[in-house]
Antibody, heavy 130, light 110 residues
């Protein structure tokens, strides 16, 4: 059974760096086709995709937040860490990590991605306030 | 402003069918598969549909997904009051090299 759990501070001050840890069980982040995605959701608003790290160490970031985000993995500890710099009150949200399955199929000159987040953690709420 | 466009809300009576649309572009839905998620208030999203049409184990066949061109549709038949939730579509964007979500649709079962 796959489970994920987010952990980290519930309150951060503006300009500080947020560090969240996703600890997972039931899968290995060294298995081909597997990744861990971070998603956030401000109160009453939609889901926002943040970043993903794959089994092969490939990382992708939201273009809007790329300059502020870093994702790393520790396969031996079954953990993925998200860092977000220069926090602002608008970053107040519930942050989720999710087990991700990805398959890339070559189709001529481009790739077709089968990408989905099949198991989610319960999320952790982060408030940014002085 | 979400990359994928969904109607903010839909509604239907119990027992009826409802569809939720998700519109994108050639770089996202037009190029990659779509997944759909159900989210109840205060809970984490749950995968309903992946690879455009596939249901994970345990998801009733009342839920279905389809894709045509740069749009995808989630269908729910035999509506139940327990289906009241927010529904989100998502896919990979080959231009942004990032995942993208729709703005979410609130389903009300009248």
């Amino acid at each position: 059974q796959i489970t994920l759990k987010e952990s980290g501070p519930t309150l951060v001050k503006p300009t500080q760096t947020l560090t969240l840890t996703c600890t997972f069980f039931g899968f290995s982040l060294s298995t081909s086709g597997v990744g861990v995605t971070w998603i956030r959701q401000p109160p009453g608003k939609a889901l926002e995709w943040l970043t993903v790290i794959y089994w092969n160490d490939d990382e992708r970031y939201s273009p809007a937040l790329k300059s502020r985000l870093t994702i790393t993995k520790d396969t031996s500890k079954n953990q993925v860490v998200l860092s977000m710099t220069d926090m602002d009150p608008v970053d107040t949200a519930t942050y989720y990590c999710a087990h991700t399955t990805v398959t890339r199929i070559s189709s001529g000159s481009y790739y077709y991605y089968y990408y989905y987040m099949d198991v989610w953690g319960k999320g952790t709420t982060v408030t940014v306030s002085s | 402003q979400s990359v994928l466009t969904q109607p903010p809300s839909v509604s239907a009576a119990p027992g009826q069918k409802v569809t939720i649309s998700c519109s994108g572009s050639s770089s996202n839905i037009g190029s990659n598969s779509v997944s759909w998620y159900q989210q109840f208030p205060g809970a984490a999203p749950k995968l309903l549909i992946h690879d455009n049409t596939k249901r994970p184990s345990g998801i009733p066949d009342r839920f279905s997904g389809s894709k045509s061109g740069t749009s995808s549709t989630l269908g729910i038949t035999g509506l139940q009051t327990g289906d009241e939730a927010h529904y989100y579509c998502a896919t990979w964007d080959s231009s942004l090299l990032a995942g993208v979500f729709g703005g979410g649709t609130k389903l009300t079962v009248l």
